[in-house]
């Protein structure tokens, strides 16, 4: 008897159609990129009993387990469910592995826990954003990442967000060493200068990446209290026009963040093509088509701003597109209806 | 005479003398540090017990109430010049350890003799009061039994940590008034010391400025990223570098101040015209670490170091100054054969 | 604790004559009443620079003399139309020169560029008192014809002593020869190697060779005497800035017995 399987159905919950007629893979998520290291033990169990022995780690920190036949995915769904719950994965069906695969595993760099650039628990905000928009059938990425250093790429996701301190200098504590104004200049965009023997923030340039803090050898700089991002806007690899997000928000908080990325799920639940391809659109195609002063209404709605945000206007995104004239190609290209 | 004392009763005593004495001790900065979430331990203001951290050794010392980091000199304009107002008028009260008390010692010596008093130093030292905080236990980093450090006398105040309540020894009449008054219970009191610590070091008897020629400094020529950390929390460490700041453009009115300044740090020998000594920052680690162990000795007749270990733990490129002391004997072998 | 008086509040002294020797080395001679010794210094308050320490160039009734080099454009301002004007200065800091400990027998004094500002009052005390010391040779260098200083003072030394005037390059002349003062060391005419005394002043190289030289041409270590440049902040010894070893130069210099600081390391 020929193998039945309706496709769509093992995509969202998480397994693949393989190249390999009969076999899938299983997919594993780790929102912010982070787990209980005894977790590994179900994962290896999967992969020795019904895959083939081997796992993939996979680009957005996750696990991939190929070589599972399909008539088995119920059984590693039962293995995966203490995974899901250690790891805290919402989902409805107890042992039935993941309701959802289309908003993305939601990626983290090491983040304030481990790494000393870090401006942010990243870990534990990525699993707040896991919280709040899955499981959801929309392809959405949102990638955090501590510092403008942005180890985790996150200007090639849908949603950006990077760590941002607001440095604070006590004058009292200054000695004029220079260090922050080389760091600054050396290491970040070089928004300090110095007048009268102690350092002066430009706070327009400023990124908030801490390189002062982190070079004062006297506590002159320290970390201000209130935790605030960086958002940016719509990156995305793929063949069209892949591109950089732009900077969207600047000192723009938790709370306004969710809720921007949850009016998005609004937004392409409105605009998408229902005749694309598998119905996937990725959202940064729908705003291109739609137009950034439409989405943005979509996505401020009813957020409160913080004080401190700043909104940058207009966006613009560039990145490769491919033309007809020789060579093919086109670099770079200002392609958005503002 | 000593007495047992609750921690109310401390800070009523506290309180009283608060009206004659800034009290100064050890303060917790909730996420004060370099990194996220991270605090940090240095001096300020406190008014009462519980304001003060004693789990762990402060990051940065005392110097800071006696020295301020930044200290206004003078102002002067384009013909006058007018002294500063002192940063306080009150005496003070430090709560400190014994290897800081000790340090108290080093920083009079320089700055109330090695030439004339200084002005500044000697009006913020009037009328400074310090109670020794006893060490039931030393630090990871601690040296202070080989410095001959972990044992003070010289307090106006001794006090020890107990589960519960605290011990207290006054020598300071002043404020035996105010315990007598507010404790039943005398007993007598032995400040806590250790008599061991983990960290150990040893100063090679022969050492002398020969020691310039080991190879061990170049090392530290490739280790050390002059950041100056080392110095900054070292309660012995005084240097300080002169500033005219102008409040105008014309540069006619304004003040001069002295800041704390770091021989670790670029621009500490710099003179007119480009030049500078020790340029390689080996060179600048012979410097100072010579002056803990030795030179400072040679001029005072007691080492400068106290074994308090703050640079240790401060070096961000985990560069251990009690590993470098060690390492002195080896370097004057190096340099002198086995004699 | 004694009262202590404020050593950091500088005095308000006016500026009596100002002696241009190059485009950016002039003297300022400064009102100022009290005891000073050659090779001591003052620190002179900038407009906008901060402080300076400057060796005193020469000594005069109730005035000092301060050779300043032009550093910068700061400085610029000090160096125009100052006659007249007022200098906020403090000091005068450190030992300097003893002359009763250099006289009395044959006196060397090499000095380079501006090292001559220290040693100038010694040289002048020598020159005038004749009496005090036995043969008096100086040498002096500089870069260059242009960067000579005190160009009026080597008339009357001439008279006085035995003067060598060179320069690192350019052309002999009558006036001066040619070549770094190091050249003419062996050639010193000396009586008692024993006895005779030596001065150096001028930047760390040049002093190093010199005193090499001076070894070799077999004075003794113990008589030769050295003026020590390095950072001076304070003035007070507690800055910090000019320590080398257990010495600080500010307070038990900047004039040293070569045999005291030849084991100083920087």
Redesign the interface.
């Known amino acids: 008897m020929g193998m039945d399987i309706e496709t769509g159905k093992l995509k969202k919950n998480a397994f693949r159609v393989t190249k390999e007629r009969g076999k899938t893979a299983a997919r594993v998520r780790v929102p912010g990129g982070r787990m209980q290291a005894d977790l590994l033990e179900h994962i290896q169990k999967i992969a020795d009993t019904y895959g083939n022995g081997t796992v993939h780690l996979t680009i957005r920190q996750g696990f991939e387990i190929p070589g599972i036949p399909y008539e088995k995915m119920p059984e590693v769904n039962r293995m995966l469910e203490p995974v899901l719950q250690g790891i805290g994965t919402k989902h409805s069906t107890p042992e039935g592995g993941y309701d959802a695969s289309g908003t993305r595993n939601i990626m983290a760099c090491a983040g304030?826990s481990i790494c000393?650039y870090?401006?942010?628990?990243t870990t534990a905000f990525a699993r707040r954003m896991e919280e709040a928009i899955y499981p959801n059938d929309l392809h959405f990425k949102v990638v955090f990442t501590g510092c403008h250093n942005d180890c985790a790429k996150v200007r090639m996701a849908d949603f950006g967000i990077m760590?941002m301190?607001e440095p604070r200098l006590d004058?009292?504590?200054?000695?004029?060493?220079?260090?922050c104004v080389k760091r600054c200049e050396k290491k970040s965009v070089g928004a300090l200068s110095v007048h009268?023997?102690t350092p002066v923030r430009n706070e327009q340039r400023c990124l908030g990446c801490?390189e002062c803090?982190?070079?004062?050898?006297?506590?002159a700089w320290?970390?201000s209290?209130k935790k605030l991002y960086k958002l940016t806007l719509f990156g995305r690899t793929g063949k069209r026009n892949p591109r950089l997000g732009v900077d969207f928000i600047k000192w723009v908080d938790e709370e306004s963040i969710i809720k921007i990325v949850q009016n998005t799920y609004d937004f392409v639940h409105e605009y998408i093509d229902r005749d694309a391809p598998g119905g996937k659109e990725h959202i940064g195609y729908i705003v291109d088509r739609v137009g950034v002063h439409e989405y943005l209404k979509w996505a401020l709605k009813d957020v409160t701003l913080n004080p401190e945000a700043e909104v940058y206007q207009p966006l613009y995104w560039t990145g490769v597109t491919y033309t007809d004239q020789p060579g093919g190609y086109h670099y770079p290209k200002v392609n958005m209806k503002n | 005479m000593g007495y047992f004392i609750t921690v109310e009763k401390l800070d009523r005593v506290l309180k009283a003398l608060s009206e004659s004495y800034e009290i100064y001790g050890p303060k917790l900065f909730v996420r004060g540090g370099r990194f996220t979430d991270t605090d940090m331990i240095r001096y300020d203001k406190v008014a009462s017990w519980e304001e003060m951290e004693w789990s762990k050794r402060s990051d940065y010392s005392f110097k800071e109430v006696l020295l301020p980091l930044r200290q206004t000199l003078f102002y002067f304009t384009e013909d006058r010049v007018k002294e500063a107002d002192p940063e306080r008028t009150k005496g003070a009260l430090i709560f400190l350890r014994s290897c800081d008390l000790h340090a108290v010692k080093r920083l009079d010596a320089m700055y109330l003799r090695n030439g004339e008093a200084d002005y500044y130093y000697s009006r913020l030292r009037k009328k400074v009061r310090f109670v020794l905080v006893g060490c039931q236990s030393a630090g990871e980093s601690c040296f202070c039994v080989d410095m001959k450090t972990n044992v003070s006398e010289e307090y106006d105040i001794g006090l020890n940590i107990r589960e519960g309540k605290l011990e207290v020894d006054c020598k300071w009449e002043e404020a035996s008034a105010l315990f007598d008054q507010n404790c039943s219970s005398k007993t007598e009191v032995a400040v806590d010391h250790v008599t061991e610590t983990r960290t150990r070091v040893k100063i090679p008897e022969n050492l002398s400025s020969a020691i310039a020629k080991a190879s061990m400094w170049e090392e530290y020529s490739r280790r050390c990223i002059g950041c100056g950390r080392c110095n900054f929390v070292c309660p012995t460490c005084t240097c300080f570098t002169m500033q005219d700041m102008y409040f105008d453009e014309n540069g006619k009115t304004g003040q001069r101040r002295r800041v704390a300044a770091s021989c670790m740090v670029d621009g500490y020998t710099d003179v007119a015209g480009g030049g500078a000594y020790r340029r390689k920052k080996g060179d600048r680690m012979r410097f100072k670490v010579m002056h803990k162990v030795y030179d400072f000795k040679q001029r005072e007749g007691f080492h400068m170091c106290v074994g308090c270990g703050r640079c240790d733990d401060i070096c961000p490129e985990y560069i251990s100054f009690s590993h470098v002391i060690n390492r002195l004997e080896e370097g004057m072998k190096e340099v002198c054969g086995d004699e | 604790m004694n009262k202590v008086t404020n050593a950091y509040v500088p005095f308000c002294s006016e500026i009596k004559e100002v002696i241009r020797h190059t485009d950016i080395e002039y003297t300022f001679r400064m009102e100022y009443h009290g005891q000073v010794r050659p090779g001591q210094f003052f620190e002179v308050s900038m407009p906008k620079y901060g402080e300076a320490p400057i060796s005193v160039s020469g000594i005069g009734e109730d005035t000092v003399d301060l050779t300043i080099r032009r550093v910068g454009k700061v400085t610029n301002e000090v160096f125009e139309n100052y006659v007249g004007d007022h200098l906020f200065m403090r000091g005068p800091y450190g030992n300097g020169f003893e002359v009763e400990k250099l006289g009395g027998h044959e006196l060397v004094i090499i000095a380079g560029g501006t090292g001559v500002s220290p040693v100038r009052g010694v040289i002048n005390y020598f020159g005038e008192h004749s009496e005090k010391r036995d043969a008096l040779t100086i040498i002096t260098g500089f870069k260059s014809e242009k960067d000579i200083l005190f160009k009026e003072d080597f008339k009357r030394w001439r008279d006085q002593m035995n003067v060598i005037l060179t320069l690192d390059s350019g052309e002999e002349t009558e006036e001066h020869k040619v070549g770094l003062v190091t050249k003419f060391i062996p050639e010193l005419e000396v009586k008692d190697l024993d006895t005779a005394v030596a001065v150096v002043v001028g930047p760390p190289p040049m002093m190093r060779f010199s005193i090499m030289g001076l070894l070799d041409r077999g004075f003794k270590e113990e008589n030769i005497w050295v003026s020590q440049e390095r950072k001076m902040c304070c003035g007070l010894g507690k800055c910090g800035h000019c320590r080398i070893g257990d010495q600080y130069v500010c307070l038990d210099g900047p004039v040293f017995r070569y045999i005291q600081s030849k084991d100083m390391m920087d």
């Open positions: 304030s000393p870090g401006c942010y628990d760590g301190n004058p009292n504590r200054c000695i004029s060493c220079g260090a009268n023997f801490g803090v982190l070079a004062c050898p006297n506590g320290t970390r209290d």
